[in-house]
């Protein structure tokens, strides 16, 4: 990475945000019409526009900050799967809902943790964002915990399903704490914050949560990194071919 200024390292930070939410987002979107219940099924989807809304008030913010691109869906769907800087937790496929749930319920600690101190950013656009995405946050994380108790303290085949999705999704969590050159720019400007300090705090509270749910977090599992370098799992390649294909098949469009 070339060498950074406040201007071009808040670019990184910033789209960095915008792409877990975008991720994550159109992971959950993929539920529609699918959900278990229907009740379920509009609960995903207004957690994937919440999602989606809040990645594209950053990348609408990111734009600014960066001659390359001039518009949100410039980011959104112009980028190559190199080029996203997502966790990789969140770019893991569905699976069952036992998979999707607790997907959700580990980035919404990791969201409502670090939502809590990006609203004390010097960068008055971040912290007002942050700020509004908290009320949004409070209710994804309560979803996905009530589930997490109902699945993981239920019958003995949802149990087992908690335990093997979470045998699938745990080796990427740790990835949500990784930082870089980024990182260390923006703290000292206090734009950002050291994000590996939430670690101990996030874990505590899975911790609690897993014990009501009956469920125990791994010991000793190898953690997958890279995707501050660009390095993703085969499943984001699958999902950015999706998601991008009519901006990158007309680009420039636009409705009549």
């Not at 800087?85 to 600690?109: C, H, K, M, W």
Request: hydrophobic share 40%; glycine share 6%.
């Amino acid at each position: 990475m070339a060498i950074l200024n406040t201007q071009s390292a808040t670019f990184e930070y910033v789209v960095r945000l915008a792409d877990n939410c975008l991720v994550l987002g159109h992971r959950l979107s993929e539920w529609c019409g699918k959900g278990p219940i229907l009740e379920e099924d509009i609960a995903l989807i207004n957690i994937s526009l919440d999602l989606v809304g809040r990645a594209r008030s950053l990348y609408a913010y990111a734009a600014t900050l960066n001659d390359k691109y001039t518009t949100e869906d410039h980011l959104a769907y112009r980028r190559d799967v190199k080029e996203f800087r997502n966790s990789l937790l969140l770019e893991q496929p569905n699976g069952d809902y036992a998979q999707t749930i607790l997907r959700s319920y580990l980035f919404d600690v990791f969201s409502m943790l670090q939502l809590q101190q990006l609203i004390k950013s010097k960068d008055q656009t971040i912290a007002g964002i942050s700020e509004k995405s908290i009320k949004e946050v409070t209710y994804h994380l309560e979803h996905s915990k009530q589930w997490l108790y109902r699945l993981g303290d239920g019958t003995d085949e949802s149990h087992q399903r908690m335990e093997l999705a979470l045998k699938n999704l745990w080796r990427f969590s740790g990835n949500l704490f990784e930082k870089n050159e980024v990182d260390d720019v923006l703290m000292k400007e206090g734009i950002a914050f050291d994000i590996a300090q939430l670690k101990s705090e996030w874990l505590a509270i899975v911790e609690k949560d897993f014990a009501l749910a009956t469920l125990k977090v791994p010991e000793n599992m190898f953690s997958q990194t890279g995707n501050l370098q660009g390095v993703h799992t085969e499943h984001l390649g699958y999902l950015l071919a999706e998601m991008q294909f009519l901006q990158r098949a007309y680009p420039d469009a636009v409705w009549d």
